[in-house]
C-alpha cells in the first residue's frame, strides 16, 4: 500500500469498524476532535491499562494519581504556560492557509530524509548481501550531504527559536524557498507566536468568574500534588507519579487525524530524583520506555530516537521516542528531564515550601525531574495503522486483517455457531456465557463462517471458536488463530487457558 493509500485506509477502516468518529459529525464534524466507537473505546481502554500496570503495579515506587482537569489560574503563571506555550505560526498570503513555521521546516527535512532512504535502497539492490548500512551512511558523498544539511538546518531553527529570533525563522524558510503545499507559492507574512491554551471561566456571574484554561499538560496536577503524595504514601526518593487524563491544546495546524487533536489524552510520569542525578535517570527511563514498546512487537525498525536541539525552557535534555507512522517518522513519546523548574516555581508563586527532607543526605532541596510523557491518541494511530493490513493468500485471494497486539485488542474472542440451528446457537451462548467473566467476547451467527471470520479479521479479532455438529458429541471447537488462519481442534474446558495465555498481560509485561 502506498503511504498516503494507507493512511486514507486507516481513517476509513477505523470508522467502518466502529473504532473512531469524527466529533459531532451530523454537524458536519468538528476540527481536530473525535469520538471513539465502541472498539476504540475497548483500544484504547487496553493500551491505557497496558501502560499503567507496567508504570505504576510494576513499579514499587510509582504511583498513580486523578488530578481534575480545571486547576487555579496561578498554576499556568508558574509553569510558564502563559508566557511561553506559543507555537510560531505563518500565513501564506496567497493561499491564506495557517501553518506551524517550525512543522514547514521539519517536513523539508523529511524530504531530505527520504532521498537518504532512496539512496540507501538503491545502495542496497546494487551491493546485496554485501550491503553494509552502517558504513553507506558515513562514507557515501550524497548521502553525508542530505544529512549535514539537515542538520545545520535543525540546529538553525532550534537556535532561533529558543532565542525568539522568529525574523530568522521566516529567513530560514525563506532561504531554503519553502513553498504554500496548496498554493505553491511563497508570499508568506512574518512569523508569529500564537499561544495554545484554551481559556474558560469558572463561576457564576460575569463580575465574579474567574479566568481558567483547561489544562494543556496533566504533568502540572502531579506537581503541585508532590508533596500531598509524598507525605500520605511517605513515598522516598526517587519516585514517581502517573496519570492518565485529558489535556487540550488549540493546535495551529490539525490535520493528521488523530495523530495532532485539540483535545487528547496524555498518559504521564513524573518521577523525582536527588539533583545532579537527574541525566541517569534520564538515560534509564529513555531504555524502560522503548523496551515498554519494543514489547508490543510492532517492528523494532518502526522506532527510532530523537534528540532534542531546541530545548523547552524547563528541560536540560530531551529526546522523542519517534514512530513510523504512515505520513512518516514523527513523535510518539517524549522524555523530558525537566530540572527542578516546575517545583520550584511552584514554590516560589504559592510561597509555601515544596522540598523534600533527604534523611540518607540529612539535608533538604527542591528534587529534580524526569518525565516520560506520551499520548494516549497517537499510540492508538500507532498501533492501529501498524495493524492494519491487506494479504494475499495462497489461494490468491485477499483478506484484509487488523493484527492488533492480542493483548489491546477490543473483542478477545468471537464464536460463531456453524449453522443457526440444531442447538448449535445455544451451545455457542454457553461458551460466551462463562469467558465473558475472563475476555470481552462477541457472537456471530450471521453470513457463511468465511465471511464470519473475514468480519473478524477486520476487526482484530485474535481467535474465533466455531461450534459445529461435531461439539454436541464431543465438547470440542475449533479455535482459528487471526494471524496465521491455522485452526485447532480442542476442548471447550481448554479454551480458557489457551486464551489466557495469548492476551494476559502477565504475557505482555513480562517483556517490558
Ligand atoms: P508536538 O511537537 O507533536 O506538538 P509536543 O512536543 O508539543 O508534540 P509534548 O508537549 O511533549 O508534545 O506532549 C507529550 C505527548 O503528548 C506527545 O509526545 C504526543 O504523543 C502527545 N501530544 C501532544 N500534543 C498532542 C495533540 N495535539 N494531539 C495528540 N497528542 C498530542
Not at 531530505?112 to 539512496?119: D, S
Request: hydrophobic content about 40%.
Amino acid at each position: 500500500m502506498a503511504d498516503q493509500n494507507k493512511f486514507k485506509k486507516v481513517i476509513a477502516h477505523a470508522k467502518e469498524y466502529g473504532y473512531i468518529f469524527q466529533s459531532s459529525e451530523i454537524y458536519d464534524g468538528l476540527s481536530a476532535v473525535y469520538d471513539y466507537g465502541q472498539n476504540g473505546v475497548e483500544l484504547k481502554k487496553n493500551i491505557r491499562e497496558f501502560w499503567w500496570q507496567a508504570m505504576v503495579q510494576m513499579n514499587e515506587n510509582i504511583v498513580g494519581l486523578d488530578a481534575a482537569i480545571f486547576m487555579h489560574p496561578t498554576t499556568w503563571k508558574a509553569s510558564g504556560h502563559v508566557d511561553a506555550f506559543n507555537d510560531p505560526l505563518i500565513d501564506n498570503k496567497d493561499s491564506k492557509k495557517r501553518y506551524r513555521a517550525d512543522v514547514l521546516i521539519e517536513d523539508y527535512v523529511a524530504k531530505l530524509e527520504a532521498k537518504i532512504e532512496k539512496e540507501v535502497k538503491k545502495a542496497a539492490k546494487r551491493f546485496g548481501d554485501a550491503f553494509d548500512k552502517a558504513e553507506f551512511l558515513a562514507t557515501n558523498g550524497r548521502v553525508k550531504q542530505y544529512k549535514e544539511k539537515g542538520d545545520a538546518i535543525l540546529k538553525r531553527m532550534g537556535k532561533s527559536l529558543e532565542n525568539e529570533d522568529l525574523a530568522d525563522v521566516k529567513a530560514l524558510i525563506e532561504e531554503l524557498e519553502i513553498a504554500c503545499p496548496l498554493s505553491g507559492s511563497r508570499n508568506w507574512t512574518d512569523v508569529k507566536q500564537f499561544n495554545l491554551m484554551f481559556g474558560t471561566k469558572l463561576g457564576a456571574s460575569a463580575e465574579s468568574a474567574m479566568d481558567l484554561y483547561l489544562r494543556p499538560e496533566t504533568a502540572q496536577g502531579i506537581f503541585v500534588n508532590f508533596l500531598n503524595v509524598q507525605k500520605s504514601g511517605r513515598m522516598k526518593i526517587p519516585f514517581g507519579i502517573a496519570q492518565t487524563g485529558k489535556a487540550f491544546r488549540n493546535e495551529i495546524v490539525a490535520r493528521q487525524f488523530i495523530f495532532r487533536m485539540r483535545e487528547f489524552e496524555q498518559m504521564e510520569m513524573q518521577f523525582f530524583v536527588r539533583p545532579g542525578e537527574e541525566l541517569k535517570w534520564y538515560e534509564s527511563w529513555k531504555e524502560k520506555r522503548l523496551k515498554w514498546h519494543l514489547a508490543l512487537g510492532l517492528g523494532a525498525d518502526n522506532y527510532r530516537f530523537h534528540d532534542h536541539d531546541k530545548l523547552a525552557h524547563y528541560a536540560n535534555a530531551a529526546a522523542d521516542i519517534e514512530f513510523k507512522f504512515p505520513f512518516g517518522f514523527k513523535e510518539l513519546e517524549g522524555i523530558h528531564s525537566r530540572t527542578n523548574f516546575d517545583l520550584s516555581s511552584h514554590q516560589k508563586f504559592s510561597g509555601k515550601k515544596v522540598q523534600y527532607f533527604d534523611h540518607e543526605l540529612g539535608e533538604s532541596y527542591v528534587p529534580y525531574v524526569v518525565e516520560t510523557s506520551i499520548g494516549l491518541d497517537r499510540m492508538f494511530l500507532a498501533v492501529f495503522s501498524n495493524a492494519l493490513q491487506d494479504e494475499t493468500l495462497e489461494d490468491g485471494s485477499t483478506r484484509t486483517v487488523l493484527k492488533l497486539p492480542a493483548v489491546l485488542a477490543p473483542v478477545k474472542a468471537a464464536v460463531l455457531p456453524l449453522v443457526k440451528k440444531d442447538g448449535l446457537p445455544e451451545v455457542a451462548r454457553k461458551i460466551i456465557a462463562d469467558l465473558k467473566f475472563d475476555f470481552t467476547m462477541a457472537y456471530d451467527e450471521k453470513d457463511a463462517i468465511g465471511r464470519r471470520y473475514r468480519r473478524q479479521d477486520a476487526n482484530g479479532t485474535p481467535f474465533c471458536i466455531t461450534v459445529d455438529h461435531d461439539t454436541l458429541n464431543d465438547n470440542t471447537v475449533t479455535i482459528r488463530h487471526r494471524d496465521t488462519m491455522q485452526q485447532d481442534r480442542v476442548k471447550i474446558t481448554d479454551l480458557k487457558a489457551l486464551i489466557s495465555e495469548k492476551v494476559a498481560l502477565r504475557y505482555w509485561l513480562e517483556k517490558c
